[in-house]
């Protein structure tokens, strides 16, 4: 997905995991050793930004 690819590698991966994956907040915090609260931000930070890509026509605005 084009969309996905134009996020950043953190926020990225988290978006991947718990969409694509299908894995839970907890599960992800303890594989990317990150805090849940960190989980939560960078997932709604990345599906704001795919809405907004997408809203906008893709790569060519």
């Known amino acids: 997905m ?4 134009q996020l950043p590698e953190a926020i990225r991966e988290v978006v991947a995991l718990r969409t694509m994956e299908g894995m839970t907040g907890n599960e992800v915090s303890g594989l990317l ?3 849940p609260s ?3 931000r960078r ?4 599906l704001d930004r795919l809405r907004e890509f997408l809203h906008d ?3 060519g605005g």
């Not at 084009?2 to 690819?5: C, E, N, Q, R």
């Open 43 to 46: 997932l709604h930070e990345g």
């Open 2 to 5: 084009v969309a996905l690819s």
């Open 57 to 59: 026509g893709g790569a």
């Open 33 to 35: 050793r990150i805090n």
């Open 38 to 40: 960190d989980v939560s």
